[in-house]
């Protein structure tokens, strides 16, 4: 830790004070959250002053601001307040330290040896202001390959090495949901910066259709389109996420399809997500035709063999120890995405680390039970909406009609949100099942019944009575 004399550099004890502070928490962030996230933001960050109670942290771009604010906002306040009591507050903030703050002290501090570091951010992609937030565990390095995904892995890292090359432009990736859509994506916009071209790396903007939408429909609010069309026309790589749910928007389908002209037209790389292929999507037929003339590469279900290998991965990459024989046994029982078997996976260390037991095949079962019983027995929507319907005595045609009524539609919002928590069902189909309703009226079901039910214990033991009879 330097330790700097009053005046020897200009600055009062105050500051010095801090930046000492300062240094002592990014070895300890750096030491608990690991090397891949120090690469990622911590070295980024620099120390801005404090004013009052508040302190400024600075992020070199805008998404590591967000990333860091979204994702490590309350570490960071909790960890300042222990350094230092007199600060209440840590705003972070976009830009570079100010002139007086200290060069970056070395850290130097052992290494922890992870078995595989992610290809993080080195340089961070550019992301510009209309980028979305990357997760940092979402690359290449880590993403497991097989017969399944291999076609749809090799186009990603195609596109990542050359941008928008013939014949792979747009790139168009469709799956199920959890095998592997938006890791692929993240895993190009991580890898853009090694594709430099005249020492320039492509600039990339990331987003979920849903955003794009939200962000259009801003703009036109804030007469501020040709602002935003200009944002996305200045980028190298646009990523679209989850394109199903532009779903049925004419005005930003259309908006949508010029832009994606545009920008093919003028060289740029598009790279699109969906659950279906182009011609299975429900949208206009011009943009349909477009997103099809590129390449289009399909992740398919998962096999077993590959679902060991992530297994495998994983359980290395947390080094816990985890028997071979609890890999197999998930591997055979959760079949449906790579998600819910990661997830599983981490419910099992976390259980372990927590009670300091080794995982054995026994926990396991007691662990997951409640997991496992969903997936031993797989409710569809047609179940869930004849016993809904049953349970409160109203017609089963009217979980699909048009009616508005209170004693129809608070059922319906029941078994959209019973359908949310009991199939695998994404939020379009689950509206198409209930008379083709747009998947926010079920994403507002599904949040009103919650609220619901955490307000009114007997409302929410009716739910729960309704779950345990459908999961049997
Ligand atoms: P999708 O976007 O297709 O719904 P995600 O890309 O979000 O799915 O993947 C879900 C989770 O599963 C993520 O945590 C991701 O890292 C992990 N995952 C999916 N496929 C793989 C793979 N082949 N190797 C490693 N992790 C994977
Ligand atoms: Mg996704």
Not at 411 to 439: C, V
Request: hydrophobic share 45%; net charge neutral.
């Amino acid at each position: 830790m330097a330790v700097m004399d009053k005046g020897a550099d200009g600055r009062d004890d105050a500051t010095n004070r801090l930046a000492a502070q300062w240094d002592r928490l990014r070895a300890r962030l750096q030491a608990e959250l690991g090397e891949a996230e120090y690469r990622s933001w911590i070295r980024h960050a620099a120390l801005g002053g404090l004013d009052g109670d508040e302190l400024a942290i600075f992020l070199p771009s805008h998404f590591l601001r967000d990333w860091v604010r979204a994702q490590h906002g309350p570490r960071l306040t909790a960890a300042w307040q222990a350094e230092n009591p007199a600060i209440r507050r840590v705003d972070v903030r976009i830009g570079g330290a100010p002139a007086t703050d200290p060069p970056p002290a070395p850290i130097d501090i052992a290494k922890p040896a992870l078995p595989a570091t992610p290809r993080t951010a080195d340089p961070a992609p550019r992301t510009g202001e209309i980028g979305g937030l990357l997760d940092p565990r979402f690359t290449f390095a880590n993403f497991v390959v097989g017969k399944p995904n291999e076609f749809a892995y090799a186009c990603a890292r195609r596109v990542a090495e050359r941008p928008a090359s013939h014949g792979f432009n747009p790139l168009f990736l469709y799956g199920g949901v959890g095998l592997g859509k938006t890791h692929l994506m993240h895993a190009i916009a991580w890898d853009l910066p090694a594709s430099v071209t005249n020492g320039v790396a492509p600039a990339v903007a990331y987003m979920s259709a849903e955003q794009f939408m939200h962000r259009f429909i801003g703009a036109i609010r804030s007469q501020a389109t040709l602002e935003f069309k200009d944002q996305l026309r200045g980028v190298d790589v646009l990523m679209i996420d989850d394109l199903q749910f532009l779903v049925g928007k004419d005005g930003t389908q259309e908006e949508f399809f010029h832009t994606f002209n545009a920008l093919v037209d003028a060289g740029k790389q598009i790279v699109v997500s969906a659950d279906k292929s182009p011609s299975d999507l429900s949208i206009e037929g011009r943009l349909r035709t477009r997103l099809g003339c590129g390449m289009v590469a399909d992740l398919h279900a998962t096999t077993f063999e590959l679902r060991m290998s992530i297994l495998e991965s994983k359980a290395a990459l947390s080094q816990a120890k985890v028997p071979a024989k609890v890999l197999e046994f998930l591997a055979h029982k959760i079949t449906s995405s790579v998600r819910e078997l990661e997830g599983a996976l981490n419910r099992l260390i976390a259980h372990a680390n927590l009670f300091d037991r080794p995982i054995t095949l026994e926990g396991a079962l007691d662990v997951l039970a409640d997991l496992l019983r969903a997936h031993d027995r797989r409710v569809t929507i047609d179940e869930i909406q004849r016993k809904v319907a049953e349970h409160y005595n109203m017609r089963l045609s009217d979980m699909a009609s048009p009616r508005r009524a209170r004693s129809v539609a608070r059922p319906r919002q029941i078994a959209m949100y019973l359908a949310k928590h009991l199939t695998n069902r994404s939020l379009p189909e689950i509206g198409r099942k209930f008379g083709n309703r747009d998947h926010t009226t079920v994403l507002h079901a599904v949040g009103r019944v919650g609220e619901l039910m955490s307000r009114d214990v007997g409302f929410a033991e009716d739910i729960a009575l309704l779950r345990r009879t459908l999961e049997g």
